[in-house]
């Protein structure tokens, strides 16, 4: 492969019938280009990667077709049905077999594609990418959303002019909109499919919807006294629900929950405290755990699903904030990290959500020696998370944590002021807006390879 922003590291050949059988119209052709986008260099970096494997797999994960390719050179994978769900898999190894490159496209049904030209976005393992393309103008504060199977949603949380959304397309890897927006973003929640997305500012909310092609206002449940009330909170995924947490917001503080469900309800609970930069996160088998944000009440509360009143547990208080909540593999126990207290950058501390009565902390390794606030935290195993957030420039900082082992950094690409981390529907993650520390606008999205996959 080249060295350019885009390499075509072969063909691929998709028939729409037997090889046996003569085929009329001829067969269709499919062309994989393989890219490592912006980094161009990533290839041949060391260790460079000597060669690829190009894999075609089914909807069950099962391998429909396989071939190994050099760098530079082309490659087929035969003949394959084009009424298939396919994934196209690339992974890159080195002279001593070890993987350093991975790449994936989404589930594409061929015969359902209007090009014949497929990009799959190949990078290197433990750092972020920045995969093909440029968002076409600054957006400065953003909240970034994953919209449906295929797109990412880019959406202003404050802006000088007329709120617009920007996508970008995981498929075609490139970005498309803009989107008009009736209001700015502060917070917001998604249906199961990420095809109808409720987007919350401080004066108004709307549901936008993808499969219909609208934007209707959203009605102000009973309880809420003002949209303003809410936005800015972080969203939690519970079963069939997500709750938008006031209390996470650094500022005031909150009690309000705001409790989307999947059919477009809104209702309101209360948490027993109101909380400024408390963590929260959804525990299999107990709720809603809120955690941290307030100097002189209980360390941390539960809301149960289908109640509307979060319940105290016998915890210490805990002024932390910014902090993150994780599940361990232990059922009824979570992780806190990251965030800071009075002294600085808060201690890593388990905390068992099953506890009847005096409930203790335990303090774990490793910790965040920064102090990192505004974060968030994402399971990729169990025992591994990466943390999110912003250091005391504002700048994101971003941290692989192996709980009771160790933590390592993962930088961007760009420093970024004002941006926002998201999972895509691809098992990665992702990093889009801001601006530098001296006010340039930031204007490549990032991607960090965090799904496990086998060697």
Request: glycine fraction near 10%.
């Amino acid at each position: 492969m080249s060295s350019g922003s885009r390499t075509h590291a072969g063909c691929l050949a998709i028939v729409a019938c037997l090889a046996s059988v003569g085929c009329e119209p001829p067969p269709q052709v499919l062309r994989l280009d393989v890219t490592p986008g912006i980094e161009s260099g990533d290839f041949v970096l060391d260790p460079a990667v000597t060669h690829f494997v190009i894999e075609a797999r089914d909807h069950t994960g099962a391998t429909v077709a396989t071939n190994e390719a050099a760098p530079g050179s082309s490659f087929t994978l035969g003949q394959l049905p084009v009424t298939t769900l396919m994934t196209f898999e690339v992974t890159g190894r080195d002279s001593e077999q070890q993987v350093r490159v991975r790449g994936r496209s989404l589930a594409v049904l061929p015969s359902a594609l209007n090009t014949d030209i497929l990009p799959v976005f190949a990078q290197r393992l433990d750092r972020f990418s920045r995969p093909p393309d440029v968002l076409p103008e600054a957006m400065g504060n953003i909240r970034l959303i994953a919209a449906g199977s295929r797109h990412l949603m880019l959406v202003p949380v404050s802006t000088d002019g007329a709120p617009r959304a920007w996508f970008y397309d995981l498929l075609a890897l490139s970005f498309t909109g803009p989107l008009a927006l009736p209001h700015a973003v502060r917070s917001f929640a998604t249906d199961p499919l990420g095809k109808v997305v409720l987007i919350i500012g401080d004066e108004a909310a709307s549901w936008v919807d993808f499969a219909l092609g609208t934007i209707e206002a959203a009605t102000l449940p009973g309880g809420l006294g003002g949209w303003s009330s809410v936005a800015g909170g972080d969203t939690v995924q519970g079963p069939g629900r997500q709750y938008v947490v006031a209390g996470t917001r650094s500022g005031d503080p909150s009690d309000t929950v705001l409790v989307v469900g999947a059919d477009r309800s809104l209702e309101v609970a209360r948490l027993r405290t109101a909380r400024s930069g408390a963590a929260a996160a959804w525990l299999d088998g107990q709720g809603l755990v809120v955690a941290g944000g307030h100097a002189t009440e209980a360390g941390v509360e539960l809301l149960r699903a289908d109640v509307t009143e979060a319940s105290s547990l016998p915890f210490a208080a805990d002024a932390t904030t910014g902090a993150s909540l994780v599940p361990t593999p232990t059922p009824g126990r979570m992780i806190l990290l990251g965030g800071q207290d009075g002294n600085g950058p808060a201690a890593t501390r388990e905390l068992a959500i099953d506890c009847l009565a005096r409930c203790q902390a335990i303090v774990v390794e490793p910790h965040i020696e920064v102090p990192i606030t505004d974060s968030r935290a994402f399971q990729l195993s169990a025992g591994r998370v990466l943390l999110s957030g912003h250091d005391t420039q504002g700048l994101r900082q971003s941290f692989e944590v192996f709980i009771g082992d160790r933590v390592e950094e993962r930088p961007l690409r760009e420093d970024r002021i004002g941006s926002d981390i998201a999972a895509g529907p691809n098992g990665s993650l992702f990093v889009a807006g801001g601006q530098t520390l001296n006010g340039q606008p930031v204007l490549h999205i990032e991607r960090l390879w965090v799904e496990s996959a086998p060697d």
